[in-house]
Nanobody, 125 residues
């Protein structure tokens, strides 16, 4: 499956952005999907994940209540709605896909076989 992330940009603190991740090649419903982010000089870290059906989601503590991951399997697209953005949310955001059946989506990079190219999110103070 090929992943194409989009929707990043420059926004002021407190603003909102919605990232999209379009899947092609194979149906996205066969994959657990996740968003990771990588700030300058730091390692890539997990942000959120969503189950194949969309019925189960997970978030890192720092984005709970502000970010929402969702998916539209009919459109082969996963979204990350980001509200109340903070300067510390500044990073390149990557979407990823895991084709293995797991009871709990992984929150580390290794299980995710497919990655999008990343989209830059910059939050100014």
């Amino acid at each position: 499956v090929q992943l194409q992330a989009s929707g990043g940009g420059l926004v002021q603190a407190g603003g909102s952005l919605r990232l999209s991740c379009a899947a092609s090649g194979r149906t996205a419903s066969g994959y657990i999907m996740a968003w990771f982010r990588q700030a300058p000089g730091k390692e890539r870290v997990f942000v959120a994940s969503i189950s194949r059906s969309g019925g189960s989601t997970n978030y890192i503590d720092s984005v709970k209540g502000r970010f929402t991951i969702s998916r539209d399997n009919a459109k082969n697209t996963v979204y990350l709605q980001m509200n109340s953005l903070k300067p510390e949310d500044t990073a390149v955001y990557y979407c990823a896909a895991d084709g293995v059946y797991r009871l709990v989506p992984a929150q580390i990079m290794a299980p995710y076989e497919y990655w999008g190219q990343g989209t830059q999110v910059t939050v100014s103070s």
